[in-house]
């Protein structure tokens, strides 16, 4: 889930949110963490302050914690939400 609002600065500033009820590893709370604050590197924002937080369940103990898939469909949701955010493409 992404969170954003104006802010008065120049740039863009994130926050993120892993709670280790939906994420139980801290290596896959990492690897959302790391994901996430790459993706927002390599997007242009508007002037926001932006918050992504999980909103639901990544893996359980069980599961591995990283894995291709995972990483897979991190990259494309996170894709998908700062994409709505980005700047007009200028012509």
Known sequence: MLY???AGLPNARLGIVV???FAPRAVTRNTIKRM???LFRQTELLSLDCIVRLSKPINT???PAT???L???LR???TRLLAS???PESS
């Open 67 to 69: 894995t291709v898939q």
């Open 36 to 38: 996430t604050r790459e």
């Open 71 to 73: 990483k897979v469909l």
């Open 76 to 78: 494309t949701e996170l």
């Open 19 to 21: 709670a280790k009820r």
């Open 85 to 87: 955010q980005k700047l």
């Open 61 to 63: 103990k069980s599961d």
């Open 4 to 6: 954003a609002r104006p």
